[in-house]
């Protein structure tokens, strides 16, 4: 059985840091890419930053570029998510997830087909 | 960047009934990209329809999706009770960022 388990979630201050871990199990993790998702307080989804299966590419929203890294360790299963200058605004559930793909020829497809339950995270003084 | 709108922002329905969740894209997309996620409160999102159409493992057959180009649509044949949820449509595109509708919420009636 597929199982992401996130942690690291805390309150802080605003200008400070948090690095967030996600603890992968029941599949073969090096072979997938993997992302964070966040969600806002009573809002929608913000899909925040990504890592391909070999971690030798990320990619990050305009919102968090700059201030949040992404990496992952195969060795430990584990994907992280290093957040410095955090503001109010970055306050919101933190999910990591799986990313399905299939391609025929040019024809891709991709999802989050495996979720976390998810990690809190609060700025606020 | 895609954007996602989703209509209607709430839909009251009862049990029984279809429901039919509409999701355009700001400019044409790969079909292979449009995903239906399900989230109910306190839990994460849960992956229903991939390449707009196909029902992921272990998804009842009274959901399904259809579309292509700008336009794509979630339907739920006949509503179950736990079928009421919050539901989001995303662009996984070839490039980030990737993108969510808005989303929209399933009440019962």
């Known amino acids: 059985e597929v199982q992401l388990l996130e942690s690291g979630g805390d309150l802080v201050q605003p200008g400070g840091s948090l690095r967030l871990s996600c603890a992968a199990s029941?599949?073969?993790?090096?072979?997938?890419?993997m992302s964070w998702v966040r969600q806002a307080p009573g809002k929608g989804l913000e899909w925040v930053s990504g890592i391909s299966d070999s971690g030798d590419i990320t990619h990050y929203a305009d919102s968090v570029k700059g201030r949040f890294t992404i990496s992952r360790d195969s060795s430990k299963n584990s994907l992280y998510l290093q957040m410095n200058s955090l503001r109010a605004e970055d306050t919101a559930v933190y999910f990591c997830?799986?990313?399905?793909?299939?391609?025929?020829?040019?024809?891709?497809?991709?999802?989050?087909?495996?979720w976390g339950q998810g990690t809190t995270v609060t700025v606020s003084s | 960047e895609i954007v996602l709108t989703q209509s209607p922002g709430t839909l009251s329905l009862s049990p029984g009934e279809r429901a039919t969740l509409s999701c355009r894209a700001s400019q044409s997309v790969s079909s292979g990209y449009l995903v239906w996620y399900q989230q109910k409160p306190g839990q994460a999102p849960r992956l229903l329809i991939y390449?707009?159409?196909s029902r992921a493992t272990g998804i009842p057959d009274r959901f399904s999706g259809s579309g292509s180009g700008t336009d794509f649509t979630l339907t739920i044949s006949r509503l179950e009770p736990e079928d009421f949820a919050v539901y989001y449509c995303?662009?996984?595109?070839?490039?980030?960022?990737?993108?969510f509708g808005q989303g929209t919420k399933l009440e019962i009636k």
């Open positions: 997830a799986r990313r399905y793909y299939y391609a025929s020829g040019s024809y891709e497809v991709k999802a989050f087909d495996s």
């Open positions: 390449a707009a159409s």
């Open positions: 029941g599949f073969t993790y090096s072979s997938y890419a």
């Open positions: 995303q662009h996984y595109g070839y490039s980030p960022p990737y993108t």
